[in-house]
């Protein structure tokens, strides 16, 4: 069965600095894997996807995700925090077979000044 | 805009009632997906539909139903309805059924629900 762990229901960066939030996933079969942005009282939006291509992932408002199947892990990262980025973030699974998302719990990310 | 619309956008109930959600997918979409989204369960997915016939069910009560119409919208039906279902209730859309390729699911701004 796919499942997906999110370390951390909250982190906590300033501004400027190295933004690093760690999934790591469970599935029997090669996954989809994808990292969800949800801003306050808003719907959700697709940050990256991984889908069996470049294992190095490159999505919206500078965010990028490294798929690395030997770890079972799919983190998201961004070189330098913006106040903007403040949000919660959900990384998910699906299964080439299967059309269902499995979210983590999700983290929230809060931004320093 | 992802192109998916979902009415209404809040709604306030009482327990035992019966409401229903109403999702619109994108201009050419098949697959319509429903998911929940509460404090105690975090986002799960709760049906498919495909061009109007269920094609996956997930963690959904028997009290909720849902169907797709041949226009291609859907509606999600939530009966005798209890505090632990105030959600934020989404729904996405995909070009086809999955299975077999990737269809990138767009998702809807959600209906948030609350039963007092």
């Known amino acids: 069965a796919q499942s997906v762990t999110q370390l951390g229901s909250h982190v906590s960066v300033s501004e400027g600095a190295l933004v690093l939030l760690r999934c790591n996933y469970s599935?029997?079969?090669?996954?989809?894997l994808f990292w969800y942005v949800q801003y306050p009282n808003q719907g959700l939006q697709l940050l990256l996807k991984y889908t069996s291509a470049a294992t190095l992932v490159k999505g919206i408002n500078g965010f990028e995700a490294e798929f690395k199947k030997s770890e079972t892990s799919f983190h998201l990262t961004k070189p330098s925090a913006h106040m903007s980025d403040a949000a919660e973030y959900f990384c998910?699974?699906?299964?080439?077979?299967?059309?269902?998302?499995?979210f983590g719990k999700g983290t929230r990310l809060h931004i320093l000044p | 805009d992802s192109g998916v619309t979902q009415t209404p956008k809040h709604l306030i109930t009482a327990t035992g009632q019966r409401v229903t959600l109403r999702c619109s997918p994108r201009?050419?979409?098949?697959?319509v997906y429903w998911y929940q989204q509460s404090l105690d369960q975090g986002l799960q997915f709760l049906i498919q539909y495909y061009n109007g016939e269920e094609r996956a069910k997930g963690n959904i009560l028997e009290r909720f139903s849902a169907q797709q119409f041949p226009d291609l919208h859907s509606e999600l039906n939530l009966s005798s309805l209890e505090l632990g279902d105030s959600a934020l209730y989404f729904c996405a859309s995909s070009v086809e059924r999955g299975g077999g390729n990737y269809n990138e699911q767009f998702f809807g701004p959600g209906t948030r629900l609350t039963v007092l």
């Open positions: 998910a699974v699906s299964e080439l077979r299967d059309d269902k998302i499995i």
């Open positions: 599935s029997s079969v090669p996954p989809y």
């Open positions: 201009s050419g979409d098949l697959s």
